[in-house]
């Protein structure tokens, strides 16, 4: 009898410890659920205050896209690391912060950044993502554009002078576009089209809110061939662009070529050839000139200017 009390003893004593540790863990738990949904709200809130704060200037969003790295491996592993970005994109960069520092609030985004903003986006837009990257950057320029506002700007673009005065233009436009170099070259100076590269927007227009959806719908269908493969991007924003004017009353206001330095000063556009070789470059209207898009597409993909790619800061200037 005593061995079988004995027995009993034992058994409830590391019950009674089990069942300690059970409300032990439970507790732990329930405080670090606590805590961190203190965090989460302290850490929204602060999200919140900053972008109030932020907001008193119009943002400008520049999207650097990071590949990997195959220029200098010092071991085999190290060809996998993010962050090769050419020279000349840096001083493009640079070229924004020098003349709109004063008044944008100048957001640079990676692939690591870009969900602080859009907390929502249900894309993978690291360098491993399935979906194409010109795709992704196209998605996410609408849905900055629609729930901030402001000038999304690429990163292959040289800016000349302060935006300030032409973003202001928003008190009357709810978009705003720059003359397509490629549109302009081929069309002749007819019917000349907004470029995807540059884009100044009111917040929550209607023409980003719809782009927003049809370039979702793209991205995640794998037939979806209603566009021009090589520029699925354009066309939604061309026709997006009318279905709002027409519908919607949007305002839009398109910006005439001279505003991104697309031809010369002898009337001749300006291309990658002109641009890169000996020759002076002047612009055939000097102080309406802001931007000049420099054609990164052609310097990666042709080998006459993959030296360009590969200067440094110092061999460009």
Same mark, same amino acid.
């Given at each position: 009898m005593c061995v079988n009390k004995l027995c009993i003893y034992i058994i409830m004593y590391y019950l009674i410890i089990i069942v300690l540790m059970l409300i032990m863990i439970l507790f732990f738990k329930?405080?670090?659920?606590?805590?961190?949904?203190?965090t989460e709200n302290f850490i929204n809130k602060t999200h919140t205050r900053n972008m109030k704060e932020l907001s008193k200037k119009p943002f400008i969003w520049i999207y650097i896209e990071e590949n990997i790295n195959s220029k200098n491996w010092d071991d085999f592993y190290s060809r996998l690391k993010k962050g090769n970005i050419s020279n000349y994109i840096w001083l493009c960069v640079y070229s924004v912060y020098v003349n709109c520092f004063k008044d944008f609030n100048i957001i640079l985004l990676n692939s690591d950044s870009i969900y602080h903003y859009l907390?929502?986006?249900?894309?993978?837009?690291?360098?491993?993502?399935?979906?194409?990257?010109?795709?992704?950057?196209?998605?996410?320029?609408?849905?900055?554009?629609?729930?901030?506002?402001?000038?999304?700007?690429?990163?292959?673009?040289?800016?000349?002078?302060?935006?300030?005065?032409?973003?202001?233009?928003?008190?009357?436009? #709810?978009?705003?576009?720059?003359?397509?170099?490629?549109?302009?070259?081929?069309?002749?100076?007819? #019917?000349?089209?907004?470029?995807? #590269?540059?884009?100044?927007?009111?917040?929550?227009? %209607? %023409?980003?809110?719809?782009?927003?959806?049809?370039?979702?719908?793209?991205? !995640?269908?794998?037939?979806?061939?209603?566009? !021009?493969?090589? !520029?699925?991007?354009?066309?939604v924003l061309q026709k997006y662009l009318k279905l709002s004017i027409d519908n919607y009353k949007l305002k839009f206001l398109q910006l005439s070529p001279d505003y991104n330095g697309i031809l010369d000063d002898n009337k001749k556009i300006i291309n990658t050839e002109y641009l890169l070789s000996k020759n002076k470059t002047n612009f055939l209207n000097e102080e309406k000139v802001h931007v000049f898009i420099i054609n990164k597409n052609e310097i990666i993909q042709n080998f006459k200017y993959n030296w360009f790619d590969r200067f440094s800061i110092e061999q460009i200037l």
């Amino acid at each position: 009898m005593c061995v079988n009390k004995l027995c009993i003893y034992i058994i409830m004593y590391y019950l009674i410890i089990i069942v300690l540790m059970l409300i032990m863990i439970l507790f732990f738990k329930y405080q670090t659920k606590q805590s961190n949904d203190k965090t989460e709200n302290f850490i929204n809130k602060t999200h919140t205050r900053n972008m109030k704060e932020l907001s008193k200037k119009p943002f400008i969003w520049i999207y650097i896209e990071e590949n990997i790295n195959s220029k200098n491996w010092d071991d085999f592993y190290s060809r996998l690391k993010k962050g090769n970005i050419s020279n000349y994109i840096w001083l493009c960069v640079y070229s924004v912060y020098v003349n709109c520092f004063k008044d944008f609030n100048i957001i640079l985004l990676n692939s690591d950044s870009i969900y602080h903003y859009l907390p929502k986006l249900k894309i993978n837009m690291d360098f491993n993502s399935t979906i194409e990257l010109k795709k992704r950057k196209q998605y996410i320029s609408f849905c900055l554009l629609e729930k901030y506002g402001g000038i999304y700007i690429e990163s292959n673009i040289i800016v000349m002078k302060n935006l300030i005065h032409v973003y202001n233009q928003t008190d009357k436009y #709810d978009f705003i576009g720059f003359a397509c170099p490629l549109k302009y070259y081929k069309s002749y100076e007819k #019917d000349i089209t907004p470029t995807m #590269d540059i884009m100044i927007s009111r917040k929550n227009s %209607v %023409v980003t809110r719809l782009c927003k959806i049809e370039l979702n719908k793209i991205i !995640n269908s794998f037939n979806y061939t209603s566009y !021009n493969f090589n !520029n699925y991007g354009d066309c939604v924003l061309q026709k997006y662009l009318k279905l709002s004017i027409d519908n919607y009353k949007l305002k839009f206001l398109q910006l005439s070529p001279d505003y991104n330095g697309i031809l010369d000063d002898n009337k001749k556009i300006i291309n990658t050839e002109y641009l890169l070789s000996k020759n002076k470059t002047n612009f055939l209207n000097e102080e309406k000139v802001h931007v000049f898009i420099i054609n990164k597409n052609e310097i990666i993909q042709n080998f006459k200017y993959n030296w360009f790619d590969r200067f440094s800061i110092e061999q460009i200037l």
